[in-house]
């Protein structure tokens, strides 16, 4: 039986056990060799099959599929990749904008898949309201719909008043801000379960429990070796996302210091019922995603829990090791910021908490082309927005390894020359001090404080401090 571990992933506790797909043993062959079973790694390989039947395609699977952010993330499916402020600032309007055409399309990219497999994701797309947890971020709000309305698309963002807003969530922390439609939900690791079934159908070849513990990268094949087996291939695609730094051989596949893990902290309570929903304030279907001196994100799962996360419940641990995997820290206060949210409710205690990780690249923007030779693909590094993009990522991947010229491979971004993260990595920001987070949501923060919050999460200090608008949906506080 697979162990998903307390505070891995609460997702895959609902479900039923599922076998694994057997560990590789003894020597084999494939054409495509996908190493990494999260979306993006099935997405692949799925792809792969769908573009050119007759291709072998093997995924390998250190641990269980969905085992990495795949299997653990909030289930936002929203067209984000980093800040978007952060990208216009580095590459102009124009640039942004096709990046935001890209996500925006992996969002449809998901929908399409759930509907043309008859995907069981409990996919629902109920949109989110985005409100001010103080007046004085409405400002920064308003700032933001003109620059998310600016960058095209198809969102009908609508304005709400403070009232408008209360009408729907009546939570005493609202304020004004936007309903913004185009906001799904998915629960992650029974997608995950459905891609894998999906992979198998088209006769991926799928082994979980193989860890590829070695790649050897020669002119005319790669190697890749487990603890039971080996595979030689024409071709892999590492779609190993923040454990791409645990692979051995980083130098000789071209791939160090692309990114750096991160980890995202979240928990869920118990289901509520429909008495408490009432009781809380929280009348709409949608989701909610705060406005203030830190973000919190938070939603209404199909069985009728809260979901909830925040930019700050993040840890970059240094250097650029995996782990831990949950600190323990941050569940003191998490539970307290939702008892502010909703009064009427506390105290609500979670009932699992969780933590995963999440790639983080330097230029906001996923790595998507070849390294070092064309028969070495990298394709991770969604900066923790990855949900819908790695999708349409993997697609973007099969379309590269297929030599196809389409919008998405002939994307400005994508082969881009990869950006590295400095040595020292000086541009990162520290983790945060969960005591310092706490003092800083419990009072309003008076001005000079706002100099000591944190900054962009997912962008390094630098930027931040250049003045770079916020992201997409999510206020932060810039400098
Ligand atoms: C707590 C949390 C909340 C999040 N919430 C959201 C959200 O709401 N919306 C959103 O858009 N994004 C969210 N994200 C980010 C999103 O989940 C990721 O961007 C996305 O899942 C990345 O997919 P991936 O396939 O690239 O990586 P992963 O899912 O991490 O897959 C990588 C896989 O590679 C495997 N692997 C690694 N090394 C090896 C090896 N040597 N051999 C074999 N296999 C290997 C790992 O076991 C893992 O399964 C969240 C992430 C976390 C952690």
Same mark, same amino acid.
């Given at each position: 039986?697979?162990?998903?571990?307390?505070?891995?992933?609460?997702?895959?506790?609902?479900?039923?056990?599922?076998?694994?797909?057997?560990?590789?043993? &003894?020597?084999?062959? #494939?054409? =495509?060799?996908?190493?990494?079973?999260?979306?993006?790694? $099935?997405?692949?390989?799925?792809?792969?099959?769908?573009?050119?039947?007759?291709?072998?395609?093997?995924? @390998? %699977?250190? %641990? !269980?599929?969905?085992?990495?952010?795949?299997?653990?993330?909030?289930?936002?499916?929203?067209?984000?990749?980093?800040?978007?402020?952060?990208?216009?600032?580095?590459?102009?309007?124009?640039?942004?904008?096709?990046?935001?055409?890209?996500?925006?399309?992996?969002?449809?990219?998901?929908?399409?898949?759930?509907? %043309?497999?008859?995907?069981?994701?409990?996919?629902?797309?109920?949109?989110?309201?985005?409100?001010?947890?103080?007046?004085?971020?409405?400002?920064?709000?308003?700032?933001?719909?003109?620059?998310?309305?600016?960058?095209?698309?198809?969102?009908?963002?609508?304005?709400?008043?403070?009232?408008?807003?209360?009408?729907?969530?009546?939570?005493?922390?609202?304020?004004?801000?936007?309903?913004?439609?185009?906001?799904?939900?998915?629960?992650?690791?029974?997608?995950?379960?459905?891609?894998?079934?999906? #992979?198998?159908?088209?006769?991926?070849?799928?082994?979980?429990?193989?860890?590829?513990?070695?790649?050897?990268?020669?002119?005319?094949?790669?190697?890749?070796?487990?603890?039971?087996?080996?595979?030689?291939?024409?071709?892999?695609?590492?779609?190993?996302?923040?454990?791409?730094?645990? @692979?051995?051989?980083?130098?000789?596949?071209?791939?160090?210091?692309?990114?750096?893990?991160?980890? =995202?902290?979240?928990?869920?309570?118990?289901?509520?019922?429909?008495?408490?929903?009432? =009781?809380? &304030?929280?009348?709409?279907?949608?989701?909610?995603?705060?406005?203030?001196?830190?973000?919190?994100?938070? !939603?209404?799962?199909?069985?009728?829990?809260? *979901?909830?996360?925040?930019?700050?419940?993040?840890?970059?641990?240094?250097?650029?090791?995996?782990?831990?995997?949950?600190?323990?820290?941050?569940?003191?206060?998490?539970?307290?910021?939702?008892?502010?949210?909703?009064?009427?409710?506390?105290?609500?205690?979670?009932? *699992?908490?969780? &933590?995963?990780?999440?790639?983080?690249?330097?230029? &906001?923007?996923? !790595?998507?082309?070849?390294?070092?030779?064309?028969?070495?693909?990298?394709?991770?590094?969604?900066?923790?927005?990855?949900?819908?993009?790695?999708?349409?990522?993997?697609?973007?991947? #099969?379309? $590269?390894?297929?030599?196809?010229?389409?919008?998405?491979?002939? #994307?400005?971004?994508?082969?881009?020359?990869?950006?590295?993260?400095?040595?020292?990595?000086?541009?990162?920001?520290?983790?945060?001090?969960?005591?310092?987070?706490?003092?800083?949501?419990?009072?309003?923060?008076?001005?000079?404080?706002?100099?000591?919050?944190?900054?962009?999460?997912?962008?390094?200090?630098?930027?931040?401090?250049?003045?770079?608008?916020?992201?997409?949906?999510?206020?932060?506080?810039?400098?």
């Amino acid at each position: 039986m697979v162990d998903y571990g307390t505070h891995r992933s609460f997702w895959f506790t609902e479900l039923p056990d599922l076998a694994s797909s057997p560990a590789l043993s &003894g020597k084999q062959r #494939a054409d =495509v060799v996908v190493i990494g079973g999260g979306f993006a790694g $099935l997405a692949t390989a799925i792809n792969l099959r769908q573009l050119a039947p007759s291709i072998r395609v093997t995924l @390998l %699977e250190a %641990e !269980h599929i969905g085992f990495g952010a795949s299997g653990r993330n909030s289930g936002y499916v929203w067209p984000r990749v980093t800040t978007y402020g952060y990208l216009k600032h580095l590459f102009g309007l124009s640039r942004t904008r096709e990046v935001y055409s890209y996500a925006a399309r992996s969002c449809r990219y998901v929908e399409e898949l759930i509907s %043309e497999f008859s995907l069981d994701s409990e996919y629902r797309k109920p949109g989110a309201i985005c409100a001010a947890i103080e007046p004085r971020y409405a400002a920064e709000m308003r700032a933001q719909l003109s620059f998310l309305r600016d960058l095209g698309g198809v969102r009908e963002l609508r304005e709400m008043t403070r009232h408008e807003v209360r009408a729907e969530i009546d939570s005493p922390m609202l304020h004004e801000g936007f309903f913004d439609p185009d906001i799904g939900y998915i629960q992650p690791a029974k997608h995950a379960r459905g891609l894998k079934r999906v #992979a198998l159908g088209l006769g991926v070849v799928i082994h979980e429990m193989s860890p590829a513990i070695g790649i050897s990268c020669g002119p005319h094949r790669v190697e890749i070796t487990t603890p039971g087996g080996q595979l030689v291939a024409d071709r892999i695609v590492l779609a190993t996302n923040a454990y791409t730094n645990s @692979l051995i051989g980083l130098n000789e596949l071209g791939v160090r210091r692309h990114q750096y893990p991160g980890y =995202v902290h979240c928990e869920i309570t118990d289901v509520l019922s429909e008495r408490s929903w009432q =009781v809380s &304030g929280w009348r709409a279907a949608c989701g909610l995603i705060t406005a203030g001196p830190i973000t919190h994100f938070m !939603h209404r799962t199909s069985d009728s829990r809260i *979901h909830w996360g925040c930019d700050v419940y993040f840890d970059i641990p240094r250097p650029a090791q995996m782990g831990p995997e949950y600190l323990p820290d941050y569940s003191k206060i998490m539970g307290q910021h939702l008892d502010q949210y909703f009064p009427a409710l506390a105290p609500v205690r979670p009932v *699992h908490q969780w &933590g995963g990780p999440v790639a983080l690249t330097p230029d &906001g923007l996923p !790595h998507l082309g070849f390294v070092k030779s064309e028969r070495v693909l990298l394709a991770a590094g969604c900066n923790g927005n990855g949900v819908a993009m790695a999708h349409l990522n993997g697609r973007t991947a #099969a379309e $590269l390894l297929l030599g196809k010229q389409t919008e998405a491979t002939t #994307a400005w971004f994508v082969k881009r020359r990869p950006w590295r993260w400095p040595g020292r990595l000086s541009g990162l920001p520290e983790s945060r001090s969960p005591d310092k987070v706490s003092a800083v949501f419990r009072k309003t923060p008076p001005c000079h404080l706002r100099h000591a919050l944190p900054p962009a999460i997912f962008a390094p200090t630098r930027l931040v401090a250049a003045g770079c608008t916020p992201s997409i949906g999510t206020l932060r506080t810039t400098k």
